[in-house]
């Protein structure tokens, strides 16, 4: 952890030229997960040549490379230069809500720097944040992510405490903040067509609002250049909508991400097993 304490103090110039090291390594050393990138993005691009295909995979390992020095640099990262890295276009689609008492869910994706897109919320929106996060097995890595994460006060949240926290949070005016497109277990999810294949989603989202009447928001994120993003809002469901199905709720999040992704290829999480379950089929009893 010293180390990377150290390394986050250089500025980004610096640990951009660290991430050309990585890339070259990554890709052409030890070719970090080549086979799963490669697959999913053939997959999900089936119109796209061979060469777009690799274009696409190299630009990936790049913007990989970038990520990992940019959350390094997250330990140390001021508030007003990461607010001025990342700018929110339209904060009122979420202030709005927060400015009247009322909570929102905010809904990311593995798209651009999600680690910088949590942090933002709580370094310029000064509101509780709520960080939902899948725990690692890994200790180091947990305490890592857990530093950076809480950095600006984020209160962060592990997936299997979440029923019990949203009723002890609720008199906190707040933003539960999810990446809502990691891979649940098949039985428990919904099941859409996303990119080209089968895919299940958590439905805890939309659980969530039913429950407990806060709006839904999509956070989607876009890399402008090296280290500067834009964040835009965009409602996925109201107070009034959230009584629609779970499933609509999801749909609506998943066009989201999908678009985005369509969109800026090379920014998604491709070496992530996303596609690695299949559509779980409920066993009828036999008589």
Wanted: aromatic letters at 12%; hydrophobic letters at 40%.
């Amino acid at each position: 952890m010293f180390l990377l304490h150290t390394i986050s103090i250089l500025p980004l110039r610096a640990l951009y030229l660290l991430s050309d090291c990585i890339f070259f390594i990554l890709c052409y050393i030890v070719r970090y997960r080549r086979k799963v990138i490669y697959q999913n993005l053939e997959k999900s691009f089936p119109d796209k040549t061979e060469s777009e295909i690799k274009s696409i995979a190299q630009s990936f390992y790049h913007h990989l490379s970038d990520i990992i020095v940019e959350t390094i640099k997250a330990l140390n990262i001021p508030a007003h230069e990461l607010i001025q890295r990342v700018t929110i276009l339209n904060p009122e689609a979420i202030t709005n809500y927060l400015q009247q008492g009322q909570s929102v869910i905010v809904m990311a994706s593995h798209q651009a720097n999600w680690e910088w897109l949590q942090l933002v919320h709580a370094a310029k929106l000064k509101y509780a944040v709520d960080a939902v996060y899948k725990p690692l097995h890994n200790h180091f890595s947990e305490k890592l992510m857990l530093t950076i994460r809480t950095r600006f006060g984020s209160y962060p949240l592990p997936m299997f405490k979440l029923p019990r926290e949203i009723v002890s949070r609720k008199e906190i005016t707040r933003i539960i903040a999810m990446v809502a497109d990691q891979t649940p277990a098949p039985e428990q999810a919904i099941w859409l067509d996303f990119l080209h294949q089968d895919t299940p989603f958590f439905t805890g989202a939309a659980k969530i609002a039913k429950r407990t009447g806060y709006p839904i928001l999509y956070a989607g994120m876009r890399r402008i250049g090296r280290g500067i993003y834009e964040v835009y809002f965009t409602e996925i469901a109201n107070q009034q909508e959230i009584q629609v199905s779970n499933e609509e709720i999801i749909f609506r999040y998943a066009q989201e991400v999908e678009k985005a992704i369509t969109e800026r290829p090379s920014e998604w999480l491709w070496s992530h097993k996303r596609w690695k379950h299949k559509r779980y089929i409920q066993a009828t009893p036999s008589h």
